[in-house]
Nanobody, 121 residues
């Protein structure tokens, strides 16, 4: 089974930017980013799949976040701009070989360990 390792989290001021990366140990087809804040349910942020030209985004991040894939490097990225304090959370990447384009966490069968993003006000 493919393993996923996230990186790029950290602490930023509100309005700042971060770029998360998710390195897969092998080829993955359907991938997504999720986040979970303390005391809250995990929510889908963005999703894409190989060959998809228009990714899927949660309404709350449209226009500020960009998901992209580098298939040659087996790496998924999430560029996050104009970050808000309420977006402080653990961010996870997830993959599935067959089910794509979903922002529902139960769709995915493989998860990384997460990377913490903290946005200070």
């Amino acid at each position: 089974q493919v393993q996923l390792v996230e990186s790029g989290g950290g602490s930023v001021q509100a309005g700042g930017s971060l770029r998360l990366a998710c390195k897969a140990s092998g080829y993955t087809y359907c991938m997504g980013w999720f986040r979970q804040a303390p005391g809250k349910e995990r929510e889908g942020v963005a999703a894409t799949y190989s060959g998809r030209s228009v990714p899927f985004y949660a309404d709350s991040v449209k226009g500020r976040f960009t998901i992209s894939q580098d298939n040659a490097k087996n790496t998924l990225y999430l560029q996050m701009n104009s970050l808000k304090p309420e977006e402080t959370a653990m961010y996870y990447c997830a993959s599935d070989q067959f089910r794509c384009g979903s922002l529902i966490d139960s769709t995915y069968n493989t998860w990384g360990q997460g990377t913490q993003v903290t946005v200070a006000s």
